[in-house]
């Protein structure tokens, strides 16, 4: 029996603890995810630049073999 009442007491605790978060608001998770979502995009065009590249020289390489 007292697994299950640790249990519940867990779960007290943590509910607690979310009550004493401060979460961010509207303004701050929009520009957060927007900064997110450019910062994606840039690595996305940087990686296929670099693969583009790599494939090309690779391409060179097989081509004198």
Known sequence: MSFFNNAIQF???AYWELTKV???GKKE???TTAVV???VIILALFVSFIDM??????GVI???G
């Open 11 to 13: 779960f007290k605790d």
């Open 22 to 24: 401060t979460w961010l």
């Open 29 to 31: 998770v929009i520009a």
């Open 37 to 39: 979502i450019v910062f």
């Open 53 to 58: 590249i790599l494939s090309t020289i690779l």
């Open 62 to 64: 097989l081509k004198l």
